[in-house]
């Protein structure tokens, strides 16, 4: 056992001892360089979000357990959960008819007593969440404001609590689970960011947090209330987009803190993805692949530096960047990009850059960001798309 330990640490060093977590009033926490980084490093990597769902209209294309695109590698043939739907032959769970898998591997991961039961795995379809999506309708939780991102968002936040329902029968995986959302920052009651957010948006979020746990306690899992709204309130800070490529999101996740080890190999800090702050001229870039997030550099990074990546596509005109901002993620943004004036010498500069790294796929307009991962020094990839361009371009 000490020498797995030992080898984790390992790795955790190589990849986490560069970053550490500043803060200041102006900025709140974020995250700052410990090194120089150069072109293409990567900077952090989380495995597995603590919750997600994905969009209801497409459940069935994507896999509950690796989050492949399910239609595209259908090869499951012997097993007896599987149905026949537009011919293609899909794994899913026959109970709540809501969660689908791309092979009996996954499934099994997922569904057997024996993942559930395993000290690690936390991506788990409890019975309590079958239960709960059974009996699930979106008009129920939000029956004012019902978009397909409440929705989602509704299900993400049944997802979660899904499973922390467990972490009372000495189940230490979910216990941590509820420990790492507890260090995510919502502050739902929290007079500066009751500040931000509209009446209405306030409104919202307490109107479907007592919905939910009136639905929750109908299967005998009390919750406060107030938990349930700050679970609402750190999603909208802390939660990330599954995208497909640059023009299909399929969900919607929420990912935990990364511990940070130092030279000697001891607890240094926990660190979560969501510190990474946005800016419109950002030196980061995030990469999804399949469950897991990856943070690469985009540019050298000095020690000091703060590091950020782009909420948004960095296409758009400065206008509609502050609009979107402002109207999704409740902040004006401040970088260096929206405050220069815009024909100044650095401005142009910045535009140039901007042009520079992003995705040159014309066949599908992608609106990714090119990159240069460790493993490939040769040619960037476009973090969407995949699109690859020869490195003397």
């Known amino acids: 056992m000490e020498n797995n330990n030992n080898n984790n640490k390992n790795d955790n060093e190589i990849n986490f001892k560069k970053i550490e977590i500043n803060e200041t009033l102006e900025s709140g926490k974020f995250i700052e360089s410990k090194i120089d980084m ?23 294309q994507f896999c509950f357990n690796c989050f492949s695109n399910s239609h595209e590698i259908n090869n499951a043939k012997f097993n007896k959960f599987k149905v026949d739907i537009n011919k293609n032959y899909i794994i899913r769970c026959n109970n709540c008819k809501l969660i689908y898998f791309c092979s009996d591997e996954c499934f099994e991961k997922v569904m057997s007593i024996e993942s559930f039961q395993d000290s690690t ?83 919202n979020i307490k109107n479907k947090s007592f919905n939910l ?106 206008n509609d960047r502050l609009l979107h901002l402002k109207e999704i993620y409740y902040f004006e943004c401040k970088c260096k990009r929206c405050t220069l004036p815009p024909l100044s010498n650095l401005s142009l500069e910045i535009e140039k850059t901007i042009e520079n790294y992003t995705c040159k796929n014309q066949s599908i307009k992608c609106t990714g960001i090119l990159y240069l991962p460790p493993f490939n020094k040769i040619q960037r990839i476009c973090n969407f798309c995949h699109w690859k361009e020869p490195i003397n371009n």
């Open 213 to 318: 746990r009136k639905l929750f306690n109908n299967f005998f899992f009390n919750i406060d209330k107030v938990i349930i709204e700050e679970l609402y309130a750190k999603s909208q800070r802390n939660s990330f987009g599954l995208w497909k490529n640059s023009d299909e999101c399929f969900g919607l996740s929420m990912y935990g803190n990364q511990t940070i080890y130092n030279n000697n190999n001891d607890k240094d800090d926990n660190i979560s993805i969501s510190y990474f702050n946005h800016s419109c001229f950002p030196n980061c870039v995030r990469v999804q692949e399949n469950q897991s997030i990856s943070i690469y550099s985009l540019i050298p990074i000095k020690k000091g530096d703060e590091l950020s990546i782009s909420y948004i596509d960095i296409r758009m005109s400065k």
């Open 121 to 203: 795995s936390t991506n788990i379809h409890t019975p309590l969440e079958c239960l709960i999506l059974s009996n699930y309708h979106d008009q129920t939780i939000s029956p004012k404001i019902n978009t397909l991102h409440d929705q989602t968002e509704n299900r993400m936040i049944i997802n979660y609590l899904s499973k922390i329902a467990y972490s009372t029968n000495n189940n230490n995986k979910f216990k941590l689970l509820l420990i790492e959302m507890n260090q995510l920052i919502g502050d739902f009651n929290n007079d500066n960011n009751n500040q931000t957010l509209s009446l209405n948006e306030i409104k």
């Open 38 to 60: 150069k072109l293409g490093e990567l900077i952090i990597k989380v495995q597995s979000p603590m919750c997600f769902s994905f969009h209801k209209h497409l459940v069935n």
